[in-house]
Protein backbone atom coordinates (compact mmCIF):
# COMPACT_ATOMS: atom_id res chain seq x y z
CA UNK A 1 0.00 0.00 0.00
CA UNK A 2 1.57 3.42 -0.55
CA UNK A 3 2.10 5.89 2.14
CA UNK A 4 0.00 8.68 2.36
CA UNK A 5 1.83 11.71 2.68
CA UNK A 6 0.60 15.02 4.97
CA UNK A 7 1.85 17.81 5.03
CA UNK A 8 1.42 19.76 8.23
CA UNK A 9 1.43 23.83 8.08
CA UNK A 10 2.59 25.54 11.02
CA UNK A 11 1.21 29.43 11.06
CA UNK A 12 3.41 30.10 14.03
CA UNK A 13 1.59 28.01 16.52
CA UNK A 14 2.34 25.97 19.98
CA UNK A 15 -0.47 23.51 19.38
CA UNK A 16 1.01 22.15 16.01
CA UNK A 17 3.15 19.04 17.65
CA UNK A 18 0.01 18.40 19.87
CA UNK A 19 -1.68 17.67 15.80
CA UNK A 20 1.94 15.74 14.64
CA UNK A 21 1.75 13.77 17.72
CA UNK A 22 -1.88 12.04 16.92
CA UNK A 23 -0.34 12.02 13.05
CA UNK A 24 2.37 9.83 14.66
CA UNK A 25 -0.31 7.21 16.20
CA UNK A 26 -1.40 6.71 12.45
CA UNK A 27 -0.22 4.17 10.16
CA UNK A 28 1.45 4.17 6.99
CA UNK A 29 2.06 7.82 6.49
CA UNK A 30 4.73 10.42 5.81
CA UNK A 31 4.28 13.36 7.71
CA UNK A 32 6.22 16.55 7.35
CA UNK A 33 5.62 20.04 9.23
CA UNK A 34 6.33 23.17 7.78
CA UNK A 35 6.54 26.71 9.12
CA UNK A 36 4.02 28.52 6.56
CA UNK A 37 6.46 31.36 6.06
CA UNK A 38 9.30 29.30 4.45
CA UNK A 39 6.88 27.06 2.28
CA UNK A 40 7.04 27.00 -1.33
CA UNK A 41 3.61 26.68 -3.56
CA UNK A 42 5.08 24.38 -5.16
CA UNK A 43 6.22 21.64 -3.04
CA UNK A 44 2.77 21.74 -1.23
CA UNK A 45 1.99 19.37 -4.53
CA UNK A 46 4.44 16.47 -3.40
CA UNK A 47 1.72 15.71 -0.47
CA UNK A 48 -1.54 14.28 -0.75
CA UNK A 49 -3.08 16.03 2.49
CA UNK A 50 -2.90 19.58 3.90
CA UNK A 51 -3.75 20.06 7.62
CA UNK A 52 -3.37 23.77 8.00
CA UNK A 53 -2.21 24.59 11.91
CA UNK A 54 -4.23 27.34 14.32
CA UNK A 55 -1.77 30.33 14.89
CA UNK A 56 -2.38 33.74 16.25
CA UNK A 57 -3.99 36.86 14.33
CA UNK A 58 -5.92 36.21 11.49
CA UNK A 59 -5.37 34.27 8.25
CA UNK A 60 -4.07 37.32 6.47
CA UNK A 61 -1.33 37.24 8.09
CA UNK A 62 -0.03 34.03 6.60
CA UNK A 63 -1.35 35.12 2.92
CA UNK A 64 0.58 31.80 1.55
CA UNK A 65 -2.29 29.89 3.51
CA UNK A 66 -5.03 31.54 1.36
CA UNK A 67 -2.40 30.86 -1.83
CA UNK A 68 -2.59 27.19 -1.10
CA UNK A 69 -5.91 27.05 -0.38
CA UNK A 70 -6.71 28.45 -3.81
CA UNK A 71 -3.89 26.16 -5.80
CA UNK A 72 -5.18 23.07 -4.31
CA UNK A 73 -8.37 23.17 -2.82
CA UNK A 74 -9.94 21.47 -6.18
CA UNK A 75 -7.29 18.60 -6.05
CA UNK A 76 -6.21 17.84 -2.50
CA UNK A 77 -7.51 16.84 0.75
CA UNK A 78 -7.51 20.26 2.95
CA UNK A 79 -8.28 20.44 6.63
CA UNK A 80 -7.56 23.69 8.64
CA UNK A 81 -7.75 24.21 12.02
CA UNK A 82 -8.64 27.37 13.76
CA UNK A 83 -6.36 30.29 12.02
CA UNK A 84 -6.96 27.62 9.22
CA UNK A 85 -10.84 26.90 9.67
CA UNK A 86 -10.78 30.81 9.10
CA UNK A 87 -8.58 30.70 6.20
CA UNK A 88 -11.08 28.13 4.56
CA UNK A 89 -14.36 29.74 5.00
CA UNK A 90 -12.64 33.35 4.38
CA UNK A 91 -11.23 32.15 0.92
CA UNK A 92 -14.87 30.86 0.12
CA UNK A 93 -15.90 34.32 0.89
CA UNK A 94 -17.35 33.90 4.43
CA UNK A 95 -16.65 37.01 7.13
CA UNK A 96 -15.22 36.47 9.83
CA UNK A 97 -16.12 38.10 13.48
CA UNK A 98 -14.54 39.33 16.23
CA UNK A 99 -16.24 37.24 19.27
CA UNK A 100 -16.51 39.07 22.69
CA UNK A 101 -15.79 37.21 25.15
CA UNK A 102 -12.91 35.55 23.94
CA UNK A 103 -12.87 31.51 24.28
CA UNK A 104 -9.26 30.39 25.35
CA UNK A 105 -8.52 26.62 27.29
CA UNK A 106 -11.95 26.22 27.66
CA UNK A 107 -14.22 22.86 27.02
CA UNK A 108 -17.54 24.19 25.37
CA UNK A 109 -20.35 21.47 23.83
CA UNK A 110 -20.81 21.15 20.30
CA UNK A 111 -23.71 19.46 17.97
CA UNK A 112 -22.66 17.53 15.04
CA UNK A 113 -25.61 19.08 12.48
CA UNK A 114 -24.79 17.39 9.44
CA UNK A 115 -22.87 13.83 9.17
CA UNK A 116 -19.07 14.21 7.54
CA UNK A 117 -16.16 12.18 7.15
CA UNK A 118 -14.31 13.28 9.68
CA UNK A 119 -16.99 12.99 12.18
CA UNK A 120 -17.44 9.65 11.33
CA UNK A 121 -18.29 6.73 14.62
CA UNK A 122 -18.80 10.40 16.19
CA UNK A 123 -20.71 11.15 18.88
CA UNK A 124 -23.43 13.49 17.64
CA UNK A 125 -22.55 15.81 20.47
CA UNK A 126 -19.19 16.20 22.32
CA UNK A 127 -16.64 17.96 24.37
CA UNK A 128 -14.24 20.61 22.34
CA UNK A 129 -11.65 22.61 23.23
CA UNK A 130 -11.31 25.92 22.00
CA UNK A 131 -9.12 28.97 21.73
CA UNK A 132 -10.63 32.03 19.83
CA UNK A 133 -11.44 35.25 19.64
CA UNK A 134 -12.88 35.24 15.96
CA UNK A 135 -15.69 33.49 14.26
CA UNK A 136 -17.36 32.71 10.97
CA UNK A 137 -20.44 34.78 10.87
CA UNK A 138 -23.46 33.41 9.76
CA UNK A 139 -24.24 36.09 7.38
CA UNK A 140 -23.52 36.33 3.58
CA UNK A 141 -22.44 32.36 4.85
CA UNK A 142 -20.96 31.31 0.99
CA UNK A 143 -22.91 28.94 -0.46
CA UNK A 144 -20.16 26.63 -1.59
CA UNK A 145 -19.83 25.18 2.07
CA UNK A 146 -21.80 23.88 4.52
CA UNK A 147 -22.18 23.88 8.45
CA UNK A 148 -21.20 20.73 10.11
CA UNK A 149 -20.81 21.48 14.01
CA UNK A 150 -22.43 24.25 16.38
CA UNK A 151 -21.61 24.93 19.47
CA UNK A 152 -23.69 25.06 22.81
CA UNK A 153 -23.63 29.11 22.09
CA UNK A 154 -24.48 29.16 19.03
CA UNK A 155 -21.13 29.86 17.27
CA UNK A 156 -20.04 27.45 13.99
CA UNK A 157 -17.93 24.98 15.10
CA UNK A 158 -17.10 23.25 11.96
CA UNK A 159 -17.52 23.69 8.24
CA UNK A 160 -16.74 21.57 4.95
CA UNK A 161 -16.87 22.48 0.79
CA UNK A 162 -20.25 20.63 -1.01
CA UNK A 163 -17.85 19.99 -3.77
CA UNK A 164 -14.43 19.48 -2.45
CA UNK A 165 -12.38 17.35 0.35
CA UNK A 166 -12.06 20.63 2.60
CA UNK A 167 -13.31 20.65 5.80
CA UNK A 168 -12.59 23.04 8.13
CA UNK A 169 -13.14 22.93 12.42
CA UNK A 170 -13.17 25.92 14.42
CA UNK A 171 -12.19 23.91 17.79
CA UNK A 172 -8.88 22.16 18.52
CA UNK A 173 -8.74 18.42 17.75
CA UNK A 174 -5.21 18.12 19.24
CA UNK A 175 -6.19 19.92 22.73
CA UNK A 176 -6.11 17.74 25.87
CA UNK A 177 -9.78 18.59 26.91
CA UNK A 178 -11.38 17.60 22.94
CA UNK A 179 -13.47 14.50 23.20
CA UNK A 180 -12.60 12.17 20.31
CA UNK A 181 -10.00 14.65 18.75
CA UNK A 182 -7.26 11.99 17.52
CA UNK A 183 -10.70 10.06 15.43
CA UNK A 184 -11.59 13.25 13.76
CA UNK A 185 -7.70 13.57 12.79
CA UNK A 186 -7.77 10.12 12.02
CA UNK A 187 -10.85 10.09 9.75
CA UNK A 188 -9.32 12.80 7.63
CA UNK A 189 -6.38 10.86 6.87
CA UNK A 190 -8.69 8.09 6.17
CA UNK A 191 -10.31 9.43 3.58
CA UNK A 192 -10.01 7.64 0.44
CA UNK A 193 -7.70 9.59 -2.19
CA UNK B 1 28.33 31.66 25.52
CA UNK B 2 26.53 31.57 22.29
CA UNK B 3 23.80 29.37 21.27
CA UNK B 4 25.73 27.05 18.53
CA UNK B 5 28.41 26.50 21.44
CA UNK B 6 25.66 25.43 24.43
CA UNK B 7 24.46 23.01 22.08
CA UNK B 8 27.33 21.30 20.68
CA UNK B 9 29.45 21.24 24.35
CA UNK B 10 25.75 20.04 25.37
CA UNK B 11 25.62 17.26 23.05
CA UNK B 12 29.63 16.54 23.32
CA UNK B 13 29.50 16.03 27.34
CA UNK B 14 25.95 14.37 26.98
CA UNK B 15 26.85 11.64 24.38
CA UNK B 16 29.93 10.91 26.18
CA UNK B 17 28.22 11.03 29.79
CA UNK B 18 29.74 13.62 31.85
CA UNK B 19 27.63 15.81 34.15
CA UNK B 20 27.40 19.06 33.99
CA UNK B 21 25.55 21.97 34.77
CA UNK B 22 23.42 24.10 32.45
CA UNK B 23 21.69 27.74 32.48
CA UNK B 24 20.06 29.70 30.23
CA UNK B 25 18.70 33.25 29.79
CA UNK B 26 15.11 34.22 29.07
CA UNK B 27 16.70 35.53 25.67
CA UNK B 28 18.94 32.93 24.49
CA UNK B 29 22.10 35.40 24.33
CA UNK B 30 24.15 33.96 27.46
CA UNK B 31 24.21 30.49 27.74
CA UNK B 32 26.57 28.61 30.79
CA UNK B 33 27.42 25.65 30.91
CA UNK B 34 30.21 23.83 32.89
CA UNK B 35 31.09 20.09 34.29
CA UNK B 36 29.47 19.73 37.44
CA UNK B 37 32.84 19.34 39.25
CA UNK B 38 33.57 22.98 38.38
CA UNK B 39 30.70 24.43 39.60
CA UNK B 40 31.80 25.24 42.83
CA UNK B 41 35.12 26.75 41.55
CA UNK B 42 33.33 29.23 39.25
CA UNK B 43 31.25 30.14 42.40
CA UNK B 44 28.21 29.02 41.72
CA UNK B 45 26.31 26.98 43.83
CA UNK B 46 23.31 24.47 43.18
CA UNK B 47 20.92 22.19 44.72
CA UNK B 48 18.35 20.41 42.72
CA UNK B 49 16.47 17.77 44.50
CA UNK B 50 18.75 16.03 47.24
CA UNK B 51 21.55 17.10 44.91
CA UNK B 52 23.99 20.07 45.90
CA UNK B 53 27.44 21.25 46.25
CA UNK B 54 27.11 23.07 49.60
CA UNK B 55 26.16 22.64 53.37
CA UNK B 56 24.26 25.31 55.33
CA UNK B 57 26.65 24.66 58.72
CA UNK B 58 28.10 27.98 60.04
CA UNK B 59 26.92 30.23 57.26
CA UNK B 60 23.26 31.46 57.94
CA UNK B 61 23.52 34.55 60.28
CA UNK B 62 20.71 36.03 58.99
CA UNK B 63 17.69 34.04 61.00
CA UNK B 64 14.87 36.21 60.49
CA UNK B 65 14.44 37.72 56.89
CA UNK B 66 13.20 40.66 56.72
CA UNK B 67 12.14 42.00 52.66
CA UNK B 68 10.64 45.57 52.42
CA UNK B 69 9.39 46.25 48.98
CA UNK B 70 8.85 48.53 46.22
CA UNK B 71 7.33 47.35 43.56
CA UNK B 72 6.36 48.87 40.30
CA UNK B 73 3.46 51.31 40.29
CA UNK B 74 0.10 50.18 39.68
CA UNK B 75 -0.29 52.83 36.61
CA UNK B 76 2.96 51.57 35.30
CA UNK B 77 1.42 47.96 35.64
CA UNK B 78 -1.77 48.61 33.82
CA UNK B 79 -0.15 49.92 30.98
CA UNK B 80 1.64 46.71 30.03
CA UNK B 81 -1.10 45.15 31.19
CA UNK B 82 -3.51 47.33 29.04
CA UNK B 83 -1.01 45.79 25.72
CA UNK B 84 -1.36 42.29 26.67
CA UNK B 85 -4.96 42.27 26.81
CA UNK B 86 -5.57 44.01 24.00
CA UNK B 87 -3.50 41.44 22.50
CA UNK B 88 -5.39 38.51 23.83
CA UNK B 89 -8.66 39.91 22.30
CA UNK B 90 -7.15 40.00 19.11
CA UNK B 91 -6.45 36.53 19.40
CA UNK B 92 -2.54 37.48 19.30
CA UNK B 93 -2.58 35.30 22.49
CA UNK B 94 -4.16 33.41 24.71
CA UNK B 95 -1.82 33.48 28.01
CA UNK B 96 1.08 35.56 28.85
CA UNK B 97 3.39 35.82 31.55
CA UNK B 98 3.52 39.43 32.23
CA UNK B 99 6.55 39.97 34.75
CA UNK B 100 8.23 43.00 36.59
CA UNK B 101 11.52 43.56 38.90
CA UNK B 102 10.23 44.55 42.66
CA UNK B 103 13.06 46.34 44.43
CA UNK B 104 13.62 44.96 47.75
CA UNK B 105 15.63 45.87 50.74
CA UNK B 106 16.52 42.97 53.46
CA UNK B 107 18.87 42.41 56.24
CA UNK B 108 20.11 39.65 54.51
CA UNK B 109 23.28 38.95 52.19
CA UNK B 110 22.47 37.13 48.73
CA UNK B 111 24.30 34.59 50.29
CA UNK B 112 22.03 34.29 53.45
CA UNK B 113 18.89 34.39 51.84
CA UNK B 114 19.81 31.32 49.55
CA UNK B 115 21.14 29.25 52.71
CA UNK B 116 17.62 29.92 54.24
CA UNK B 117 15.55 29.38 51.69
CA UNK B 118 14.08 26.23 51.32
CA UNK B 119 12.88 24.75 47.83
CA UNK B 120 13.93 21.45 45.29
CA UNK B 121 15.80 23.93 43.25
CA UNK B 122 18.07 26.00 44.15
CA UNK B 123 21.09 28.31 42.34
CA UNK B 124 23.31 31.22 43.70
CA UNK B 125 25.44 32.09 40.65
CA UNK B 126 28.58 34.25 41.59
CA UNK B 127 26.81 36.62 43.76
CA UNK B 128 24.67 38.23 40.42
CA UNK B 129 21.61 36.26 41.60
CA UNK B 130 20.36 33.51 43.59
CA UNK B 131 16.86 31.40 42.74
CA UNK B 132 14.74 28.93 44.76
CA UNK B 133 12.11 27.50 42.39
CA UNK B 134 9.03 25.30 43.06
CA UNK B 135 8.79 24.62 39.40
CA UNK B 136 10.51 22.11 37.45
CA UNK B 137 11.47 22.35 33.79
CA UNK B 138 11.97 18.73 32.52
CA UNK B 139 13.36 15.95 33.89
CA UNK B 140 14.04 12.46 32.34
CA UNK B 141 14.13 9.07 33.82
CA UNK B 142 14.60 5.57 31.85
CA UNK B 143 13.84 7.27 28.39
CA UNK B 144 10.88 9.03 29.10
CA UNK B 145 10.79 13.24 29.56
CA UNK B 146 8.50 14.81 31.98
CA UNK B 147 7.14 18.60 32.48
CA UNK B 148 6.13 19.76 35.43
CA UNK B 149 3.83 22.73 34.16
CA UNK B 150 2.99 24.54 37.01
CA UNK B 151 0.03 27.19 37.04
CA UNK B 152 -2.74 28.42 39.35
CA UNK B 153 -1.61 29.50 43.37
CA UNK B 154 -3.81 30.01 46.63
CA UNK B 155 -3.35 31.27 49.64
CA UNK B 156 -3.44 27.98 51.33
CA UNK B 157 -4.60 29.49 54.82
CA UNK B 158 -8.24 30.14 53.28
CA UNK B 159 -11.12 28.19 54.09
CA UNK B 160 -11.14 25.10 51.25
CA UNK B 161 -8.27 26.56 49.41
CA UNK B 162 -8.18 23.25 47.44
CA UNK B 163 -11.37 23.62 46.33
CA UNK B 164 -11.72 26.65 46.01
CA UNK B 165 -8.80 27.01 43.14
CA UNK B 166 -9.58 23.75 41.53
CA UNK B 167 -13.29 24.37 40.64
CA UNK B 168 -12.30 28.09 39.94
CA UNK B 169 -13.21 28.68 35.90
CA UNK B 170 -10.21 30.72 35.06
CA UNK B 171 -7.89 28.75 36.80
CA UNK B 172 -8.72 25.93 34.80
CA UNK B 173 -9.03 27.39 31.60
CA UNK B 174 -5.58 28.71 32.17
CA UNK B 175 -4.58 25.36 33.30
CA UNK B 176 -5.62 23.71 30.22
CA UNK B 177 -4.06 26.23 27.92
CA UNK B 178 -0.31 25.49 29.65
CA UNK B 179 -0.67 21.91 29.19
CA UNK B 180 -1.76 21.63 25.65
CA UNK B 181 1.13 24.13 25.40
CA UNK B 182 3.65 21.92 27.24
CA UNK B 183 2.13 18.93 25.28
CA UNK B 184 3.34 20.55 22.27
CA UNK B 185 7.27 21.82 23.10
CA UNK B 186 7.12 17.99 24.40
CA UNK B 187 5.89 16.69 21.25
CA UNK B 188 8.90 18.47 19.23
CA UNK B 189 11.51 16.18 21.08
CA UNK B 190 9.21 13.12 21.75
CA UNK B 191 7.13 10.86 20.90
CA UNK B 192 3.39 9.28 22.40
CA UNK B 193 2.76 12.57 25.13
CA UNK B 194 0.54 11.75 27.81
CA UNK B 195 -0.66 13.61 30.76
CA UNK B 196 0.28 11.21 33.41
CA UNK B 197 -1.57 13.79 36.08
CA UNK B 198 -3.94 16.25 35.81
CA UNK B 199 -3.93 19.70 38.00
CA UNK B 200 -2.60 18.13 41.47
CA UNK B 201 -1.56 20.48 44.40
CA UNK B 202 1.48 20.72 46.70
CA UNK B 203 1.68 23.60 48.94
CA UNK B 204 4.83 25.81 49.91
CA UNK B 205 5.62 27.17 53.23
CA UNK B 206 7.05 31.07 52.94
CA UNK B 207 8.05 33.65 55.51
CA UNK B 208 4.57 35.25 54.48
CA UNK B 209 1.89 32.76 53.83
CA UNK B 210 1.78 29.33 52.54
CA UNK B 211 0.98 28.96 49.01
CA UNK B 212 -0.93 26.27 46.86
CA UNK B 213 0.20 25.78 43.63
CA UNK B 214 -1.52 23.46 40.98
CA UNK B 215 0.29 21.17 38.63
CA UNK B 216 0.27 18.79 36.03
CA UNK B 217 2.64 15.96 34.93
CA UNK B 218 3.44 15.32 31.27
CA UNK B 219 5.16 12.61 29.86
CA UNK B 220 7.07 11.87 26.90
CA UNK B 221 9.33 9.00 25.21
CA UNK B 222 12.54 10.20 24.25
CA UNK B 223 14.44 8.96 21.22
CA UNK B 224 17.47 6.16 21.84
CA UNK B 225 20.72 7.95 22.64
CA UNK B 226 19.07 11.03 23.13
CA UNK B 227 21.85 12.05 25.44
CA UNK B 228 23.82 12.92 22.08
CA UNK B 229 21.33 15.54 21.61
CA UNK B 230 20.50 16.85 24.48
CA UNK B 231 21.74 20.33 23.28
CA UNK B 232 18.91 20.67 20.73
CA UNK B 233 16.42 18.94 23.73
CA UNK B 234 16.57 21.50 26.09
CA UNK B 235 17.01 24.77 23.50
CA UNK B 236 14.02 23.47 21.10
CA UNK B 237 12.04 23.46 24.37
CA UNK B 238 12.84 27.61 25.11
CA UNK B 239 11.79 29.76 26.40
CA UNK B 240 9.84 27.27 29.12
CA UNK B 241 6.22 27.70 28.46
CA UNK B 242 4.89 28.59 31.61
CA UNK B 243 6.59 31.67 31.90
CA UNK B 244 6.11 32.79 28.44
CA UNK B 245 2.67 31.61 26.83
CA UNK B 246 0.87 30.46 23.87
CA UNK B 247 1.48 30.90 20.92
CA UNK B 248 5.01 31.31 21.92
CA UNK B 249 6.27 33.18 19.10
CA UNK B 250 3.87 35.85 19.06
CA UNK B 251 3.67 35.75 22.74
CA UNK B 252 7.35 36.52 23.38
CA UNK B 253 7.21 39.21 20.55
CA UNK B 254 4.61 41.19 22.92
CA UNK B 255 5.82 40.14 26.16
CA UNK B 256 8.88 42.23 25.01
CA UNK B 257 6.33 45.15 24.20
CA UNK B 258 4.98 45.26 27.22
CA UNK B 259 7.91 44.79 29.58
CA UNK B 260 10.37 46.60 27.77
CA UNK B 261 13.86 45.14 29.68
CA UNK B 262 15.38 42.05 29.17
CA UNK B 263 14.54 39.18 31.71
CA UNK B 264 18.41 37.68 31.65
CA UNK B 265 18.13 34.27 33.49
CA UNK B 266 14.88 35.32 35.42
CA UNK B 267 12.59 32.57 33.44
CA UNK B 268 15.20 31.02 32.04
CA UNK B 269 16.40 27.32 32.86
CA UNK B 270 18.93 25.69 34.78
CA UNK B 271 19.51 22.30 35.46
CA UNK B 272 22.08 19.57 36.23
CA UNK B 273 22.83 16.15 33.95
CA UNK B 274 23.99 13.92 36.09
CA UNK B 275 25.69 11.67 32.76
CA UNK B 276 22.45 9.67 33.12
CA UNK B 277 19.58 11.56 33.03
CA UNK B 278 18.62 15.50 33.18
CA UNK B 279 16.57 16.96 36.15
CA UNK B 280 15.98 20.90 35.80
CA UNK B 281 13.37 23.86 37.04
CA UNK B 282 12.45 27.27 35.39
CA UNK B 283 14.26 30.43 36.96
CA UNK B 284 11.40 31.54 39.02
CA UNK B 285 11.27 33.04 42.52
CA UNK B 286 14.73 34.90 41.41
CA UNK B 287 16.31 37.69 42.97
CA UNK B 288 19.34 39.35 41.46
CA UNK B 289 21.92 42.21 42.08
CA UNK B 290 21.43 45.13 40.23
CA UNK B 291 24.43 48.01 40.84
CA UNK B 292 23.90 48.56 44.76
CA UNK B 293 20.52 47.51 44.62
CA UNK B 294 19.08 43.93 44.42
CA UNK B 295 15.74 43.04 43.09
CA UNK B 296 13.26 39.96 42.92
CA UNK B 297 11.44 38.95 39.74
CA UNK B 298 8.08 38.38 39.66
CA UNK B 299 4.84 38.19 37.26
CA UNK B 300 2.21 35.95 36.89
CA UNK B 301 0.12 34.21 33.27
CA UNK B 302 -2.21 37.11 31.97
CA UNK B 303 -5.62 35.41 30.16
CA UNK B 304 -8.73 37.26 28.64
CA UNK B 305 -10.56 36.74 32.22
CA UNK B 306 -7.17 38.18 34.39
CA UNK B 307 -8.16 41.70 36.20
CA UNK B 308 -5.24 44.11 36.30
CA UNK B 309 -5.57 44.49 39.97
CA UNK B 310 -5.47 40.86 41.21
CA UNK B 311 -2.71 40.30 38.62
CA UNK B 312 -1.22 43.29 40.15
CA UNK B 313 -1.13 41.63 43.75
CA UNK B 314 -0.28 38.51 42.61
CA UNK B 315 2.91 39.49 41.13
CA UNK B 316 3.63 41.46 44.87
CA UNK B 317 2.44 38.37 46.70
CA UNK B 318 5.32 36.23 44.70
CA UNK B 319 8.00 38.02 46.60
CA UNK B 320 8.54 36.00 49.87
CA UNK B 321 11.40 33.51 50.85
CA UNK B 322 10.31 29.74 51.25
CA UNK B 323 11.24 29.56 54.80
CA UNK B 324 10.29 26.01 56.04
Not at chain 1, 36 to 53: A, T
Request: charged content about 20%.
Amino acid sequence: MKKISVLVIDNADSFTYNIVDYLRKINNINIETQESNRISLSEVNYFDKIIISPGPGLPKDFPIIYEIIKEYHTSKHILGICLGYLAIGSFFGANLINIFPVVHGQAHKIKVVKQTPIFKNIPKTLKVGLYHSWAIDYKNFPKELEITAVSEYGIIMSISSKRFNIFGIQFHPESYITQYGFNIIKNFINLNL
Amino acid sequence: MVLLEFIEKANFYGAKHIPFLFLVDFEMHKLFLCTLDRASKLNVLYQIGTKRNFDDKNTSICEKPILELYPINYEEYLKAFDIVMKNILAGNTYLLNLTFPTTITTNCSLLELFHIAKSPYKLFFDNQFILFSPESFIKTKNRFIFSYPMKGTIDASLPNAKKIILKNKKEEWEHNTIVDLIRNDLSIIAKNITVTRFRFITKIYTNRKDLLQVSSEIRGKLPANWQNKIGEILVNLLPAGSISGAPKKKTVEIIKEAEKIDRGYYTGIFGIYDGTNIDSAVNIRFIEKIGNHIRFRSGGGITSNSNPIDEYRELKDKVYVPII
